[in-house]
T-cell receptor, first 114, second 113 residues
């Protein structure tokens, strides 16, 4: 596609509900990243894939967060048993390769947990 | 700890003014630095990418500089316009950081007509 696409754009979840956020990276981009952005803050790294391999998940805040990219293209970020502190914008980015290449971001998914 | 700082958090200028947005980082061992623009409720738009071997990059009215030794980057915006109003984020790719970007909190710019 022309850019990084994320869906849904907005998600309201009741506390305790599971959610799944989808990211379609730019075609041919090897690297894919998930970031979490709280209101008024810069994005914080969650996890990184190179093709289908999850090379870094050090930013995932708890074991309720899980990400996958099974075929090296589309990625899904899953949050189980959502809590109010999970409310944030979740941004996906992709880049052609790894170090030194430009990162392109999607529009984000705004998650509100009520 | 590898951090990125952007001060001030907000800036308001009259239309037509040339302005400089500052970014500082704590470790000179970087691959590159990237400046982004974020409009309210939107994702991040990449403005400029400066590799560690470069001193500056230019795109239209934007010019970004990089000084690794002092841990600083600046984004220069010439002849500012109301349409430039947005939040500007600086992000650093530190070496050994497995390709992830470390972001500052951003500077919210308002250009008054």
């Amino acid at each position: 596609g022309a850019g990084v696409s994320q869906s849904p754009r907005y998600k309201v979840a009741k506390r305790g509900q599971d959610v799944a956020l989808r990211c379609d990276p730019i075609s041919g981009h090897v690297s894919l990243f998930w970031y979490q952005q709280a209101l008024g803050q810069g994005p914080e790294f969650l996890t990184y894939f190179q093709n289908e391999a999850q090379l870094d998940k050090s930013g995932l805040p708890s074991d309720r967060f899980f990400a996958e990219r099974p075929e090296g293209s589309v990625s899904t970020l899953k949050i189980q048993r959502t809590q109010q502190e999970d409310s944030a914008v979740y941004l996906c980015a992709s880049s052609l390769a790894g170090s030194g290449t430009e990162a392109f971001f999607g529009q984000g998914t705004r998650l509100t947990v009520v | 700890k590898q951090e990125v700082t952007q001060i001030p958090a907000a800036l308001s200028v009259p239309e037509g003014e040339n302005l400089v947005l500052n970014c500082s980082f704590t470790d000179s061992a970087i691959y590159n630095l990237q400046w982004f623009r974020q409009d309210p409720g939107k994702g991040l738009t990449s403005l400029l990418l400066i590799q560690s071997s470069q001193r500056e990059q230019t795109s239209g009215r934007l010019n970004a500089s990089l000084d690794k030794s002092s841990g600083r980057s600046t984004l220069y915006i010439a002849a500012s316009q109301p349409g430039d109003s947005a939040t500007y984020l600086c992000a650093v790719h530190y070496t050994g950081a497995n390709s992830k970007l470390t972001f500052g909190k951003g500077i919210t710019l308002s250009v008054r007509p």
